[in-house]
């Protein structure tokens, strides 16, 4: 039997968070041909991997990626450095399409880019185009209320509830984009303006997704002291519209709600008890980041500039030393910069131990591509799982932080194929050797790829090698939701 590829002598962990055993692994035409004793079979291609873990490619449950797609290998370097072989786009309520625009798009849909970037009037278009320029790594694809509402809604006057005729709008534009293989909805009910949208603006919303199988997502509207209030909305939101309900980056906000988690993990415990179909993902960090707001800042909380339009200077600075310098106040010096983006030091590490110990939590990066001077969470979010919280400070065992970064989020987000190990599975692969994976990145040197990924494969084909970066190769797809 010949194969394209043939993996000697790996240490399989299959994903499964079953027990790892030593197999070959064939690949053939984009997917795995065998597992076993392959001492008979040949390929074109060999990789012996002794003392090496061969695991499926990393789904990233939670990116930002919808136009780092679209730029190049290069642009995903940061990604499958880190083993990553799809991601999941449009998270936070912020997608590329379906929305056009001719001027500066409020923040946090900025976070993708300034008005230049934003062509897609259908997510078909969007689509359309992934699949005509194929993409390094596969995707999956939500779609944002924040671009549904900004689309709809009159320029401006988007900090008031939607209208009956603005919600009808807005549902319409989601049903056409499930149509088209959008796998859901995405909220970012945390920021102005799309905080004025009340419960039943999204409920309306979210109502079409049970005819096409669609997710909710959400970063939740308050993370903070009234954490428990959000976590009950968007367990109704679920209920209510029957979806499927993913909690982006599950945390406990500011030092007055540290020590919550235990709190917070058993309202979705209960629920899930109850019937909900509910899991979260979790960044393997205690600072979080975002667009800068300024009226949300405390004097407790450290603060890191990421970037800013009028003085880009100012990136990678402390929030506290840009002020000094300029003689004002932190939140003066914080609207000066905007628009702007930032890191707040404001989770505990405890609390975030416990969340993405627990079984439902799926790993997703939250990693801001196009920030000047990104949060270490865009280049290190997986190895860091894997070297940091499995091996060293043994949190879990590796077949666990595997599934956590690949089938436990393969089976929340319905894909099938991807995200185990298997005869017929697509081959995405990552092999890495699990003495030395670490995330490099750090809040100094954010941009830095991490040790120990050997080499990344996307549907069979070599994507990423360690000390060549990128091969080229964009063999990567947009996953339609089967309909
Ligand atoms: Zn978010
Ligand atoms: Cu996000």
Avoid at 38 to 65: M, Q, Y
Avoid at 381 to 391: D, I, N, Q, S
Wanted: net charge negative.
């Amino acid at each position: 039997m010949r194969h394209d590829l043939i993996f000697r002598d790996a240490t399989v962990i299959d994903g499964t968070g079953a027990a790892r055993r030593i197999a070959d692994v064939a690949v053939s035409g984009g997917r795995i041909a065998a597992i076993g004793d392959l001492a008979a079979a040949s390929a074109d291609r060999e990789v012996i991997a002794t003392g090496k873990v061969l695991a499926p490619g990393f789904i990233d449950a939670h990116t930002h990626d919808d136009r780092a797609l679209l730029c190049g290998p290069e642009c995903l370097h940061c990604k499958m450095s880190q083993g990553v072989t799809t991601v999941v786009v449009g998270n936070c309520g912020v997608s590329l399409s379906p929305l056009t625009r001719t001027r500066r798009p409020p923040p946090p849909l900025d976070l993708l880019g300034d008005e230049s970037w934003w062509t897609f009037d259908s997510f078909a278009d969007y689509a359309d185009r992934l699949d005509r320029e194929k993409p390094p790594l596969n995707a999956i694809a939500l779609i944002g209320h924040m671009s549904l509402r900004v689309r709809e809604m009159p320029e401006g006057d988007y900090a008031r509830p939607a209208t009956a005729a603005e919600t009808a709008r807005m549902e319409k534009r989601l049903d056409e984009s499930l149509a088209a293989g959008a796998c859901g909805l995405s909220t970012g009910l945390w920021y102005a303006p799309s905080n004025a949208a009340p419960t039943d603006e999204v409920i309306a919303i979210a109502g079409v997704l049970e005819k096409h199988g669609g997710l909710y997502a959400t970063h939740m509207r308050d993370e903070g002291d009234g954490v428990l209030d959000s976590i009950a909305e968007t367990l109704r939101i679920g209920k209510e519209s029957r979806a499927r309900v993913v909690i982006s980056h599950f945390k406990c906000v500011g030092p007055q709600n540290h020590g919550r988690s235990p709190e917070t993990l058993a309202a979705v415990e209960r629920a899930a008890a109850a019937g909900a179909d509910v899991g979260f993902d979790v960044y393997p960090y205690f600072a979080s980041s975002t667009v800068m707001r300024p009226e949300t800042l405390r004097d407790d909380v450290r603060v890191l500039v990421t970037w800013s339009v009028p003085h880009p200077q100012m990136q990678g600075r402390d929030l506290a030393e840009v002020a000094a310098e300029w003689g004002v106040s932190r939140v003066d010096a914080a609207r000066k910069l905007l628009p702007a983006g930032a890191i707040y030091f404001q989770m505990s590490e405890a609390d975030v131990d416990r969340i993405i110990a627990h079984p439902m939590a799926m790993v997703g990066s939250d990693g801001l591509p196009h920030d000047a001077f990104p949060h270490p969470r865009l280049w290190g979010t997986f190895p860091r799982v894997l070297g940091h919280y499995a091996r060293d400070k043994r949190v879990f065992d590796l077949e666990t932080a595997v599934h956590k970064c690949s089938g436990l989020t393969a089976r929340r987000f319905g894909l099938a194929d991807r995200g185990v190990i298997r005869d017929g599975a697509f081959a995405d692969l990552v092999l890495f050797d699990p003495e030395t994976v670490i995330d490099s990145a750090t809040f100094a040197a954010p941009a830095t790829p991490a040790a120990g990924i050997e080499a990344t494969w996307v549907n069979g084909v070599a994507v990423y090698r360690q000390g060549q970066g990128p091969t080229g190769e964009s063999p990567g797809r947009l996953i339609r939701r089967a309909s």
